[in-house]
């Protein structure tokens, strides 16, 4: 039987005797927009998801560090006492500690993280008892595993009598006065203060002016409320450069892509001007007292005989930039010179929107003459200066053009 057809089923047929498929490329060409209320709920739901995840993860993670630095603490006390009873045993043994545990461990053991366990120990010593008292079953015992029960269920324990994240510990430890240091300890725990609000609270003398106040109810509430600035992201939590110790995890990122990428071309720039520089590392992190700071570039200049410590703002040029440079150099004479070697010496590269600008930190080289010699070697700022201009104004053109090739593609 023949098959009947319905005729305004049939296309239309084009002039070559084709069908036309202009119907089908439109569909093909139509993009399905899937934003919407739904989609925002979902969104929303997935980005709340991953912060709470992210900050369950540094929860753990600071739980376990804290327990696991009282313990090391605590076998260091242990080992001075039984060990010699002279003068100057302790910080023999702190040194000691420190460059093993740097061997085996690398980064986080220097001598002023170790001195700090030590110190933590005998600044919050835990009841005789307190294994007794506490149950085993914990969080710390699902995060590690069965395996060597005996150390998960001693840092379980003190985990749990010691509730409080690493990074607070180690600011209660700069508090002098006892009492206004368990003031501390207790309000934050009992009003989860982050580190910052800690921070600010110590700063304020908020121990001191809740005791001199006549409310003292009153003063704890109010006091006790976290302002905007106390807040601290899931990012920045992960990303806290103890826990990254913790964890040996390297933590080389940078605020932009621009400035990443001037970093990039820096460095390759250095190396093409010939044999002088050596490259010796990027994003170089150093501790200085209680606070944390990142070196952009770090090359050694041969014929020098010294170091180059670089450091990349976007912006201008201010005072406070010239004073932490001071700092760096101050901080690798004593702690990266090598004997033999020269004085080190800063190198300041600003890229505001309308100029660039280069200038070196020489401070503590000692002479002029060899203040000299170090100008007649390394190059001239002004052409460095013209250098990081051409490479941003390269940069942000490339940025243009990749942003207006995205927006013809739509």
């Known amino acids: 039987m023949a098959r009947q057809v319905d005729c305004n089923s049939v296309k239309p047929v084009s002039a070559k005797g084709f069908m036309s498929k202009s119907s089908d490329k439109q569909k093909a060409n139509k993009t399905v927009d899937v934003k919407g209320a739904d989609y925002e709920k979902a969104l929303s739901g997935v980005v709340e998801l991953l912060d709470v995840a992210r900050r369950a993860s540094a929860r753990v993670i600071n739980t376990l560090m804290t327990a696991t630095y009282w313990e090391i603490g605590r076998r260091m006390v242990e080992h001075e006492q039984a060990g010699k009873k ?86 209660l430890l700069r508090v002098r006065n006892v009492h206004a240091r368990e003031f501390y300890a207790r309000e934050a725990l009992a009003g989860g203060w982050s580190v910052r609000q800690l921070d600010r609270q110590v700063n304020s003398q908020f121990y001191e002016r809740t005791a001199l106040s006549k409310d003292k109810a009153a003063m704890l509430v109010k006091g006790g409320k976290p302002v905007a600035a106390d807040a601290v992201s ?69 014929r020098l005989r010294c170091l180059l410590i670089i450091d990349l703002k976007i912006g201008e040029l201010v005072h406070a930039d010239i004073g932490q440079m001071h700092l760096y150099n101050n901080f690798a004479r004593e702690h990266w010179m090598q004997p033999g070697e020269n004085p080190p010496v800063g190198l300041i590269l600003c890229t505001g929107k309308n100029d660039a600008l280069a200038h070196y930190a020489m401070e503590g080289l000692g002479s002029k003459m060899l203040v000299r010699e170090y100008l007649t070697a390394l190059p001239k700022e002004s052409a460095l200066a013209a250098e990081v201009g051409r490479t941003r104004e390269m940069l942000e053109r490339e940025a243009e053009l990749r942003r207006l090739a995205r927006e013809k593609s739509r």
Do not use: C
């Not at 806290?240 to 932009?256: A, C, I, M, Q, R």
């Not at 190396?271 to 150093?286: D, I, P, S, T």
């Open 234 to 302: 899931a990012d920045e939590e992960i990303r806290n450069p103890l826990v990254l110790e913790f964890l040996n995890l390297k933590d080389e990122y940078s605020e932009s892509d621009l400035e990443e990428a001037l970093i990039r071309h820096l460095e390759n720039f250095l190396l093409e001007l010939g044999n002088e520089f050596a490259f010796v590392g990027r994003q170089k992190r150093l501790r200085i007292g209680h606070e944390w700071f990142r070196v952009d570039l770090v090359f050694f200049h041969r």
């Open 86 to 171: 002279r003068a100057g045993y302790g910080e023999e043994v702190v040194s000691r500690f420190s460059k093993d545990l740097t061997q085996r461990f690398g980064r986080g053991f220097g001598p002023a993280q170790v001195a700090a366990m030590r110190q933590f120990h005998l600044t919050f010593p835990l009841p005789d008892n307190f294994q007794s008292v506490i149950g085993k079953s914990d969080i710390l015992q699902s995060a590690i595993g069965k395996s060597s029960t005996g150390a998960v269920e001693r840092l379980s324990s003190v985990a749990r009598a010691l509730p409080l994240p690493w990074t607070h510990y180690v600011r």
